[in-house]
Structures are given as C-alpha cells and as structure tokens.
C-alpha cells in the first residue's frame, strides 16, 4: 500500500483464517481495511458492502468463529456454515453444499 500510495482505509480484502484464531483475530483488530469476506472453519461470512466492523471486532476480541455474527448483512451479503445444504444467495445462486462453498469460496 505505501508503494502505490494506497490509504489502508480505502483498500478491501477477503479474509481466510476467522476471528476465532491468532492471524485472523489480530488482522481484524489492526487491519483498517473494509473486509469483504471472512473464511473460517465454520463457513463464509461475506457483505458486499463490507462487514459490520464493529460486529465482527466482537467476535474477534472473543476469540470465536463467524458462526457466531449476529450482526447486520446487506441485502447482497449471507453467511452460509458449513452444515447448511440448498441454501439460495442473494444472486438466486443456489449452494448445494455449505462445506464444498466454504472449501472453493476462494476461487469464485
């Protein structure tokens, strides 16, 4: 960012790695990016508008996966866990596999 004269604040990003771990937890809390999307072992929790900040440094300072937001999604956003089958998405698209969209969540 300092190379491309980029402010933190105006950048996005895509997390792997939940507020439930070391990375992901300090990333949330030091990061001023708008995070887009979170990855953890319980699933995605992605907002197109970005993430409520505030619900999501909740989760990080509690140490605990994205399971538990109970925070306010976009109209665009879901969160789909890794138990959910024939979930539909905001696109109309519709996620067979909760488990197999969280593991290939990074390729779309």
Known sequence: MRK???K???CTKVMTGGPDGDLGSNE???SKEKILAVIDGSGVLY???GINREH???LAK???PIIEFKGPISPGGYKILTTDK?????SGEIVASGEFFRNTFHLR
Not at 86 to 90: E, T
Request: aromatic share 0%; charged share 35%; net charge negative.
């Open 4 to 6: 491309l004269n980029l």
């Open 8 to 10: 933190e604040e105006d």
């Open 28 to 30: 949330i809390l030091m």
């Open 47 to 49: 907002d197109p508008l």
């Open 56 to 58: 999501l440094t909740g």
């Open 62 to 64: 509690k140490r605990v």
């Open 86 to 90: 024939d979930i539909k998405l905001p």
